[in-house]
């Protein structure tokens, strides 16, 4: 079955810093791939998507590129702020279906200090 | 835009009491619901994909007799946790689809006492 792997755990980084979190994923269709920020007591909110090969897509200063050949959809952005520590999740899926089933990741937690 | 409103917000019950949690789709036709449960440890699991006129599709580990679920037109559904116990705590999310995006409500707290 489908499969996502992140970056586990907390990441830990100094304000105006740059992160990538890692997602790789597995899938024998044709992927669709999002990334969702959850803030403490929210629900996860879509950060971004993409379903185009080697196309960088970018929202509130974020930015990933669906990569096919290796599987990946990293998460960036160049200068990390206080308002990003958050749950970041990648989810996936396939092309073929409904979007409602998503493959969720096990959840990246970005703490960023002063 | 699309929204998804989810209520109640959170939601304390006694050991063997149920919890009934809507969901509101705003702005546009939610024509199929996807019910997911994120554990206190955060991951996320697929509850139930709910279709308008169709039958509902239980994921394993999750039955009708146990999480009900009604989505009687575009715009509405919900869904209950009979008998909770500590197991079903968690945040009990909403999605709904709207183009090639899933958007989830705030989600419903069940704090399982």
């Known amino acids: 079955g489908d499969s996502v792997t992140q970056t586990e755990g907390l990441v830990t980084l100094t304000k105006g810093l740059p992160v990538m979190l890692n997602c790789t994923y597995q899938?024998?269709?044709?992927?669709?791939l999002f990334w969702y920020v959850q803030h403490l007591n929210e629900a996860p909110k879509l950060l971004l998507k993409?379903?185009?090969?080697?196309k960088r897509t970018e929202h509130q200063g974020f930015y990933a590129t669906l990569h096919k050949s290796s599987s990946s959809f990293h998460l960036q952005k160049s200068s990390v702020q206080l308002s990003d520590s958050a749950l970041y999740f990648c989810?996936?899926?396939?092309?073929?279906?409904?979007?409602?089933?998503?493959?969720f990741g096990a959840g990246t937690r970005l703490a960023v200090c002063p | 835009g699309a929204l998804v409103y989810q209520y109640p917000r959170r939601t304390i019950c006694k050991s063997g009491t149920s919890m009934r949690m809507e969901c509101q789709a705003v702005?546009?036709?939610?024509?199929?619901v996807a019910w997911y449960r994120q554990s206190p440890q955060k991951t996320f699991e697929l509850i139930a994909l709910?279709?308008?006129?169709?039958?509902?599709?239980?994921e394993q580990n999750f039955t009708q007799e146990k999480f009900p679920i009604s989505h009687p037109n575009l715009s509405f559904s919900s869904m209950t946790v009979l008998n909770a116990y500590l197991e079903d705590r968690g945040l009990y999310l909403c999605?709904?689809?709207?183009?090639?995006?899933?958007?989830f409500g705030e989600g419903s707290r069940l704090i399982v006492v």
């Open positions: 989810a996936l899926s396939d092309l073929s279906g409904s979007f409602n089933k998503l493959t």
């Open positions: 899938t024998t269709y044709s992927p669709f």
């Open positions: 993409s379903s185009t090969d080697n």
């Open positions: 702005g546009f036709q939610a024509t199929s």
């Open positions: 709910s279709t308008v006129n169709s039958a509902i599709k239980y």
């Open positions: 999605g709904a689809p709207s183009g090639n995006t899933l958007y």
